[in-house]
């Protein structure tokens, strides 16, 4: 286990996260992928704490700020998921035609 | 902490009060929950940030340090009210949405959660510009976006208004991922969080691969902010779907901070690997020009036409990029105070209007001709018209760009605001030319009128007024 390993293994779950955002169709699944890029991120952090910052404190407190700040744009994503849900039922992306971009 | 100090942080210190001033206001003192001693309460606490960022500017003193955390230079306090005046006109803007029209029952709802968090929004902006290392950065940024997310969803029942919110958090979201994922390499680079640490390594190791490789996520996440081509898809959508103020305050404000972003890395702990950047800075603002310019010819929804507008503002934007660090940041300031003005004037006329389409004001100029005559003043600004300040805005603009050597880039951006003059003269021809439609009713309040009045006088008298332009620099300039 060193930083490289920690390094690859972020950056394969960051390019999943990345994958999943532009195959999957359920909204759900887009708001996962993005959650699997963020938690790239966070390893991401966490190894360089743990292997090489001058400051390994920075890094861990910055992956509880990433924790916390995150989860609001969740629950505000996920409340715009409700209201969708509410308004018609499958919550297929591409269906999202009304407007076209 | 002393005078000096204080009255720098005055103004972000009640930027990031309002939301709470006009929260508790809402709860204890507006039992019906109406919009409009909320909005007042915005107005006034928003008028005092404005008339602090006056006095600190006038007040003349460098940029101070609070806490190795927080930075105040005189050119952020300009952004500062920037973002505070354009949360102003658009709370005003959004007023009359929360009464019922002819018996009709209210469009929005729930206006003290509305404005604040329009102020919230705000404050976050003004936050992400005084970050002085990664934390407050994102926190900033994210305070700025999280609101606007909910703003943009804000007609619960409508389905292109959910629609449109969705597809901004989802971009949104992706924007925070890519960025976060350029502050982890930059914190591996550097091992520590603060700018001063950031700069003394890249002056250490100047070509630094991982540091390279974070900018490009960085700046792929403001070109989503920015709605830079080919990131611009949500733009049109979000801007269709949310209320028409919201839109608005997205097309001003939140481009204002999203460039301000760009400022606070690219010429700060950035620096020396922006001209590394700079290829990617001319293509994208060639192809962003030209993708908003050919957008806005074949739009009928006025939104979703300012939506390609902007877009094609922001290419232009993007040359400010490719200039030395003083005369960028006064041509970015120049500009987008300019242009704040005059879209926020376009989308006050057709506030009031209450239209949807973009020929909603057809024949204004023979019902209301003081409406016409603002609406005129605001489209030949944004398209360069000579007298007016939109004009000085670009100038400076293609002068970043032809001072740094790129002259085929600003012939390119030249053409490309010849062709945008195509669409803005269509709106003009609308409100001039053809007739008006039976039964349209359109009421001015006084104050309305006063603030329309201030706003084409401004996009008038700028541009006439050596003061301003020297102003500006002059705040650009110092550190």
């Known amino acids: 286990m060193n930083l490289t390993n920690c390094l690859v293994l972020a950056a394969l779950v960051f390019a999943c996260g990345v994958f999943g955002l532009l195959r999957s169709r359920h909204i759900i699944n887009l708001l996962i992928s993005i959650e699997l890029m963020l938690n790239a991120v966070m390893i991401n952090f966490i190894a360089f704490a743990h292997f090489r910052a001058a400051d390994p404190t920075a890094g861990s407190v910055f992956v509880i700020f990433i924790i916390a700040l995150t989860s609001a744009e969740m629950a505000v994503a996920l409340a715009v998921v409700m209201a969708l849900y509410r308004q018609r039922h499958p919550l297929d992306v591409e269906r999202m035609k009304r407007l076209r971009g | ?479």
């Open chain 2, 1 to 479: 902490m002393n005078l000096h100090t204080a009255i720098l942080l005055l103004p972000d210190a009640l930027l990031l009060a309002a939301p709470f001033i006009v929260l508790f206001v809402d709860l204890f003192f507006n039992p019906q929950h109406d919009a409009r001693p909320v909005r007042r309460t915005l107005t006034v606490t928003l008028l005092a940030v404005l008339a602090a960022t006056g006095a600190a500017l006038a007040w003349g003193a460098p940029e101070v340090v609070f806490l190795n955390a927080y930075r105040v230079a005189p050119w952020m306090l300009w952004f500062k009210a920037c973002f505070a005046g354009a949360a102003l006109v658009a709370a005003r803007m959004a007023e009359p949405c929360f009464a019922g029209a002819e018996g009709q029952p209210a469009r929005l709802t729930r206006p003290g959660e509305f404005f604040t968090l329009l102020a919230f929004a705000a404050g976050g902006m003004s936050l992400t510009l005084s970050a002085r290392d990664l934390i407050t950065l994102f926190i900033g940024l994210e305070l700025a976006t999280i609101p606007l997310y909910v703003l943009a969803g804000y007609y619960r029942r409508h389905e292109d208004s959910t629609e449109g919110a969705m597809k901004y958090i989802i971009m949104g979201s992706l924007a925070t991922a890519f960025v976060l994922f350029g502050y982890s390499l930059l914190y591996g680079a550097a091992g520590h969080l603060q700018f001063d640490a950031l700069a003394a390594h890249l002056a250490a190791h100047p070509g630094d691969p991982l540091v390279r490789a974070a900018a490009l996520f960085i700046f792929t996440a403001a070109a989503f902010k920015l709605a830079l081509a080919p990131f611009h898809m949500w733009a049109p959508d979000v801007y269709h779907g949310a209320p028409l103020p919201v839109a608005a305050f997205l097309s001003t404000a939140s481009k204002a901070a999203a460039a301000g972003f760009l400022v606070v890395l690219f010429y700060g702990p950035l620096a020396p690997i922006r001209p590394a950047l700079a290829p990617v800075f001319a293509i994208l603002a060639a192809v962003t020009m030209l993708v908003g310019n050919l957008g806005s010819l074949r739009q009928e929804n006025f939104r979703r036409f300012m939506a390609y507008s902007s877009i094609a503002q922001a290419g232009y934007l993007l040359l400010a990029f490719l200039a030395e660090r003083d005369f960028a940041v006064g041509a970015l300031l120049y500009f987008l105070t300019v242009y704040l003005i005059a879209n926020l004037a376009a989308f006050f006329v057709y506030a009031l209007v209450r239209g949807e389409g973009v020929a909603a004001v057809n024949g204004l100029a023979r019902t209301h001709p003081a409406l016409a005559a603002v609406l005129l003043l605001a489209f030949f600004s944004l398209a360069g018209i000579p007298p007016l300040a939109g004009f000085n805005g670009k100038f400076w603009l293609f002068t970043a760009a032809a001072g740094a050597g790129r002259y085929g880039l600003v012939l390119f951006a030249v053409l490309n605001a010849v062709v945008s003059l195509y669409y803005y003269m269509n709106v003009i021809r609308a409100a001039y030319i053809e007739p008006p439609p039976v039964g349209r009713s359109v009421k001015v309040p006084r104050d309305v009128a006063w603030l329309l009045a201030l706003l084409a006088a401004l996009l008038l008298g700028l541009a006439l007024c050596p003061a301003f332009n020297r102003a500006v620099f002059a705040a650009a300039a110092r550190p």
